[in-house]
Structures are given as structure tokens and as C-alpha cells.
Nanobody, 116 residues
């Protein structure tokens, strides 16, 4: 079983950067592929980025490719999302989860707001 707590969101101007963190509890964290997801107001929750358990592979939604970087530190039970060149359309609540996602593991998310 894994419990996830996201942090690092905030208000930033377009073109700025933020680094999100997802702290996981549970002994089996390092065995899971992990992902970041986001939900903008009035929209469905969508996939943003994924990473394998060993960090060997990463993959991204086309909308963030080249701007966002997912990483993890299994020793710290933490997954990160470095977000650069932020755009107003990146405004959303960001969540981490296993990949594929599981309804058992949604946390409270962290709000990211990008002003134009």
C-alpha cells in the first residue's frame, strides 16, 4: 500500500518554473512506476508524465514535452516534476499516482496557477 502527498505548487508568471514533489509512504514505493497527472477547472484529469521504477524510462504528454521533467529518488521515496517555461494553460491541480493510475492512491494534489 502507498500513500502519496504532493507539494510545491504555487502562483507563477508565464515563463517561470516550479518543482513539484510527491512524498510516498509504504515499503513498496520503489517497485512502482509513477506518474504525474493534472486536472484543470471544468476538465477531465489528464496524464502529464511517467517514470519507471528504476528511472530508466520516462514519457510525457505532448503538451509538456520539452518543458517538464519527471524524476524520482527511491532512497527518499519521492517523485519530482520540474516544470519550466510554464504557460497559463498549465494551470491545474497536480497529482501523483502510480502508473497506471489507481483510484486507491489519489492524494490531495497541489495547485499550480500560471498568470499571463
Amino acid at each position: 500500500q502507498v500513500q502519496l502527498v504532493e507539494s510545491g505548487g504555487g502562483l507563477v508568471q508565464a515563463g517561470g518554473s516550479l518543482r513539484l514533489s510527491c512524498a510516498a509512504s509504504g515499503r513498496s514505493f520503489s517497485s512502482y512506476a509513477m506518474g504525474w497527472f493534472r486536472q484543470a477547472p471544468g476538465k477531465e484529469r489528464e496524464f502529464v508524465a511517467g517514470i519507471t521504477s528504476s528511472s530508466r524510462s520516462t514519457w510525457y504528454a505532448d503538451s509538456v514535452k520539452g518543458r517538464f521533467t519527471i524524476s524520482r529518488d527511491n532512497a527518499k521515496n519521492t517523485v519530482y516534476l520540474q516544470m519550466n517555461s510554464l504557460k497559463p494553460e498549465d494551470t491545474a491541480v497536480y497529482y501523483c499516482n502510480t502508473y497506471p493510475k489507481s483510484d486507491d492512491y489519489w492524494g490531495q494534489g497541489t495547485q499550480v496557477t500560471v498568470s499571463s
